[in-house]
């Protein structure tokens, strides 16, 4: 007999969460069994080395509704969500880390909300980060403040990848040439009907956090070079502003020289070729983040490969190539 088509899938990127699994899976599965309808776990396990696998198989043969996408290798937290988000069976699809930060009974609640107010997209949002450091906090606040002078003001303010998607709101994402989307931007750019749900975010349940600071810095620059061409256009200003100071200097030069009061000096020249060099190194590192993501998109590389799914060669489709399927599939978000 085949199973009904879930109503809810929540999927769930992994990496090497041995240490959080037994805590997370009971918990989570309290709450969907409370909800009374068909649903699935799609947990996409991003290449992990230690026992997370053989955790999930042990955990599948209790479990009917677990489901587990492999990827073949280590490919980010961004591509492993969009991995699982696309190849989601649900009415509904809701993102969730493993780490127990972002609590699975708000799951519910997001969903009766979507029902009841007729939304596609309702997001998690922070109610406070008092258990962050200071330096966490102040760096979050500014990536947000950041992003919606970017974006707009439809970037929700502390809304990271916990959030429940509508089946339409999918396919959506579905039709975005982009490989690998920074999804925390690109789901408030669809412009679908949504709403917010507050949340307690709690301590991670046990492990290590897999985004530290060099991961948070890349997917900051990740966000603005994805979204907008304003750095471009800040290293367009950056070289008038050079123009204009050396033309100031220009200036002084020739007034002293005319005074006769030339004095041979170093400061002046010293600071104003430090000045010019690096505006000119600025301009040409923001050129140079840009060239890189030409030349990426120009390889067509899939952003992941996936090495199996335990739902069976059926549930692939040509979202991102297959281990079993031809290498020449599309790029991974076609």
Same mark, same amino acid.
């Given at each position: ?11 769930? &990127? ?7 699994? &037994? ?27 230690? *026992?997370? #696998?053989?955790?999930?198989? @042990? ?10 996408? %492999? ?7 961004? !591509? ?9 069976? @649900? ?13 699975p ?9 979507? %029902? ?9 949002? %922070?109610?406070? $980060? ?9 760096? !979050?606040?500014?990536?947000?403040? /950041? ?6 003001k ?7 990848? =916990?959030?429940?998607?509508? $089946? !339409? ?7 975005? &040439? ?11 750019? /669809?412009? =679908?009907?949504s ?11 046990? *492990? ?6 060099? %991961? ?50 170093? #400061?002046s ?5 430090? =000045?010019?060099?690096a ?20 390889q067509?590389r899939?952003?992941? =490969? ?6 069976? &060669? *059926? ?5 991102? #190539?297959?281990?079993?399927? #031809? ?8």
């Amino acid at each position: 007999m085949t199973p009904p088509e879930p109503a809810l899938s929540v999927v769930v &990127p992994m990496f090497n969460e041995e240490s959080v699994l &037994p805590l997370f899976a009971p918990r989570l599965r309290a709450v969907l069994d409370a909800l009374g309808e068909p649903y699935e776990v799609l947990v996409v396990d991003d290449g992990s080395t230690d *026992g997370t #696998p053989a955790g999930l198989a @042990g955990l599948r043969a209790r479990w009917p509704q677990l489901r587990v996408l %492999r990827l073949r290798r280590n490919s980010g937290h961004q !591509a492993a969500l969009v991995a699982g988000v696309l190849r989601a069976r @649900g009415r509904w699809v809701v993102s969730l880390d493993a780490d127990l930060q972002d609590p699975p009974e708000t799951v519910a609640e997001m969903l009766r909300r979507a %029902r009841a107010d007729g939304l596609d997209i309702v997001y998690g949002v %922070r109610a406070d $980060r008092s258990r962050d450091t200071r330096f966490k906090r102040w760096t !979050a606040a500014g990536y947000y403040r /950041l992003m919606r002078r970017l974006v707009g003001k439809q970037v929700p303010a502390q809304a990271g990848d =916990f959030r429940l998607l509508s $089946r !339409a709101a999918v396919e959506a994402l579905r039709e975005l &040439p982009e490989r690998s989307p920074v999804l925390r931007l690109v789901v408030p750019w /669809l412009g =679908f009907p949504s709403g917010e749900v507050t949340y307690q975010r709690e301590e991670r349940a046990a *492990g290590r956090t897999k985004y530290p600071l060099s %991961r948070m810095a890349g997917l900051a620059a990740e966000s603005v070079t994805s979204f907008s061409a304003a750095p471009l256009r800040v290293a367009t200003w950056l070289g008038l502003v050079g123009v204009a100071v050396c033309g100031v200097l220009v200036v002084v030069a020739v007034a002293a020289w005319l005074a006769g009061s030339t004095v041979t000096g170093w #400061p002046s020249l010293y600071v104003a070729i430090l =000045f010019l060099g690096a505006v000119q190194l600025l301009c040409l590192g923001l050129l140079g983040e840009y060239v890189a993501r030409i030349y990426t998109a120009v390889q067509g590389r899939p952003a992941y =490969f996936v090495a199996s799914d335990t739902a069976g &060669p *059926g549930a692939a489709d040509a979202d991102g #190539p297959t281990a079993d399927g #031809p290498a020449e599939l599309a790029d991974s978000l076609r």
